[in-house]
């Protein structure tokens, strides 16, 4: 059983499965392309998402994948006044940022940050640091040893499973070391970083080799490309795909999940916390009467 999860305003018991909802201030995001580019249009996705059912708001400024060169002025801009409007408008929402550069880190959680989210595998080793330093939370993921903003190439590991569970409590360690708080760090496998799609399917079958590492699991799946491979779909059209593969990382001990489209993952969730009995039914009225 792993610990409680502290995270800004919010506390979560080991049973709760929490939605991180995804809101990107980039022109170029490979699912919304672009939508919630605009301040006041990611400021209404943010509203939405809350009202679906989100409890931690994830802002990022960076495409994860190859692209346009964005710098850190230039991802500070993009970011830290949505974080502050956010902090202003839903003070009991948790506000993450996807970024791994430190000088990021800073801006934003004086903004109102509190979860750093690190997909590149401390790529930035000062990231940490900034995490101990403000009492912020801190995102540990597996890339596969790739740099930033990279696609992977003839991935290959012994061992796929071994190398994310050794690479994330490697730096969970190291972060617990530096004087990040124990109950604000979660691990993440971060399938399709650094993998092909098999490792990623591995991974999900797998995952209770990672989540019984005694750390809080994070999975973003969401309308991801070993979906999209696993059953031939554009990525418009792998939302089945990924509530499958949600329910299946939720039975087998995920704790938070990065979702692009929160109203049906928090449905999702909630079936899955029923079915486990950690969450009574909304309504009980069958064969009562």
Known sequence: MTQALRLGPRTFADHDLV????????????????????????????EQAVAEGAEIID?????????????????????????????????????????????????????????????????????AQVAADTGAGLVCSHAG?????????????????ADVVGRVTTLADRAVRLGVRPDGILIDPAHDFG??????????????????????????LSNKDFIG??????????????????????WLGARVFRAHQVRQTRRVLDMIASIRGDRQPTLSRRGLA
């Open 19 to 46: 939605v991180m909802a995804i809101v990107n201030r980039t022109p170029d995001s490979f699912f919304d392309r672009g939508a919630t580019y605009a301040a006041d249009a990611a400021l209404r996705a943010v």
């Open 59 to 127: 802002i990022g400024g960076v495409k994860a994948g190859p692209g346009d060169e964005v710098t850190a002025p230039e991802e500070i801009r993009r970011t830290v006044a949505t974080i502050a409007a956010v902090r202003a408008a839903f003070p009991d929402v948790v506000i993450s940022i996807d970024t791994w550069r430190a000088e990021v880190a800073v801006e934003t959680v004086g903004a109102g940050a509190d979860l750093l989210n690190d997909t590149w595998s401390g790529a930035d080793p000062a990231l």
């Open 145 to 161: 040893g790739l740099t930033p903003r990279t696609r992977p190439h003839r991935a290959a590991f012994d061992d796929v499973v």
């Open 195 to 220: 993998k092909n799609t098999r490792h990623s399917l591995e991974i999900t079958r797998r995952l209770d080799e990672l989540t019984g590492a005694g750390w809080p699991v994070l999975v973003a």
């Open 229 to 250: 491979e696993t059953l031939d779909l554009p990525v418009d059209q792998r939302l089945e795909g990924t509530l499958a593969t949600t329910a299946v990382s939720a």
